[in-house]
C-alpha cells in the first residue's frame, strides 16, 4: 500500500475521522470473530450438529467468520495508513472475498428460509431435503452460486475490481463494466430478498390459519424457530439495505462519507448473528452455557494439576 504526499481526497486532513473509523473496524473484527467462532464451537461441539437449521446457522458464521477475519483487518491497515493506492493484486483478492462472502450469507438466509418453510408447510418435501445428499448439496451451492458473479471481475472477464481512493475500499469498477455490478446487486440481494420475504410471509399465513389447531403441538416450536431466523434476516436487511439504497442513489459518490458508514452498518450485522442467537433461542443458551463451563472446568482442571505437580 503506497501513500502519497500529495493527497486530494476528502479525508486528507480528517485524520481523526479516521482513527474513528479504524477503532470501529478493529472492534468490530474482533467482537465477529468471537462470537461467529464460539457459535461454530457451539454447534460442533453439542447436539445442535443433528440440526438441519443449526447447520445453515454454521454457514452463516462460517462466512461472517472469514469475512472478520480477512476483509476487516486489512480495511484496519488501510484506515491506519491513509491508503491512497492498494496494489492491484490485494485489492483484486479482497473485492472478490467480500462479495463472494456477501452473497454466501444473502443465498445461505435465503436456504434457511426455504426449510422452515418446507418444514412448517411441506414436512414430507423437508425430510426429502434434509438427507445428507441433497442437504450438502444445498450448502455447496451456497457458496457457488456467489461465485459464478464474483469470480468473472477477478480475472476481468465481466467487470473488474479497484481501489476507490475516496470510499477508501476495493469494490466494483463502474467504468469497466457497470452490467456487472447491476447484476451483483440484483442477483445477490433483491432476489433472495424477495426470495425469503415469500417464504417467511406463507409461513406467516399457515401460522395464522392454523393457529388454534397447533398451538399446544410441537408446531408451535417450528413457528418460534422461523421466528428467530426471520429477526436474523431482518436485521441483516436493515443493515445492508441503506449500503444498496445508497449505491443506487449516489452513483457518482458524491458523499463518500454515507457510503463507508453504511458499510460499516452492514459489517455490524455480521458479528450480531450470535446475539441473537443467545437472547431468543433456549437450545443455543444451553449449548453456550454448556462449552464455556466445560472450558472453565477444564482450565481450573490444568491450573490445579499444574499446581500439584509443582509442590
Not at 492498494?86 to 434457511?112: H, K, Y
Not at 481501489?163 to 452490467?179: F, G, I, P
Not at 399465513?205 to 426471520?230: C, D, H, Q, W
Not at 482450565?299 to 505437580?309: A, E, K, M, N, P
Amino acid at each position: 500500500m503506497n501513500n502519497s504526499s500529495e493527497c486530494n481526497e476528502w479525508w486528507c486532513e480528517k485524520t481523526g475521522t479516521l482513527i474513528t473509523l479504524e477503532v470501529v473496524v478493529i472492534l468490530i473484527c474482533v467482537v465477529g470473530c468471537m462470537g461467529n467462532l464460539l457459535t461454530l464451537l457451539t454447534i460442533i461441539t453439542s447436539n445442535l450438529r443433528h440440526s438441519v437449521n443449526c447447520i445453515l446457522v454454521g454457514n452463516l458464521s462460517v462466512a461472517g467468520f472469514i469475512y472478520c477475519l480477512i476483509i476487516l483487518p486489512v480495511q484496519a491497515v488501510i484506515y491506519h495508513r491513509h491508503a491512497l493506492e492498494v496494489p492491484s493484486g490485494l485489492c483484486t483478492f479482497m473485492g472478490f472475498v467480500r462479495f463472494t462472502l456477501t452473497g454466501v450469507i444473502m443465498v445461505t438466509l435465503a436456504d434457511i428460509a426455504l426449510y422452515r418453510l418446507l418444514k412448517v408447510v411441506y414436512y414430507h418435501k423437508y425430510m426429502c431435503m434434509s438427507k445428507n445428499r441433497h442437504f450438502f448439496s444445498t450448502i455447496f451451492l451456497c457458496w457457488l452460486i456467489p461465485m459464478i458473479f464474483t469470480f468473472p471481475p477477478a480475472v476481468e472477464w465481466w467487470g473488474a475490481y479497484h481501489y476507490h481512493a475516496s470510499l477508501l475500499t476495493c469494490t466494483l469498477d463502474d467504468k469497466k463494466d457497470r452490467s456487472n455490478k447491476i447484476a451483483v446487486v440484483t442477483a445477490g440481494f433483491i432476489f433472495p430478498c424477495a426470495f425469503i420475504i415469500c417464504c417467511y410471509s406463507l409461513i406467516g399465513y399457515t401460522v395464522f390459519k392454523s393457529f388454534r389447531r397447533y398451538r399446544n403441538s410441537s408446531r408451535s416450536k417450528s413457528f418460534r424457530i422461523s421466528a428467530i431466523m426471520l429477526c436474523i434476516f431482518i436485521l441483516f436487511f436493515i443493515g445492508s439495505f441503506p449500503y444498496v439504497i445508497y449505491t443506487a442513489v449516489d452513483k457518482d459518490y458524491s458523499y463518500p462519507i454515507h457510503h463507508i458508514w453504511t458499510t460499516m452498518f452492514a459489517w455490524l450485522m455480521y458479528c450480531i448473528n450470535p446475539i441473537v442467537y443467545t437472547i431468543m433461542d433456549t437450545n443455543f443458551r444451553s449449548a453456550y452455557k454448556k462449552l464455556l463451563c466445560c472450558r472453565q472446568f477444564t482450565l481450573l482442571r490444568r491450573i490445579t494439576v499444574d499446581q500439584t505437580s509443582s509442590v
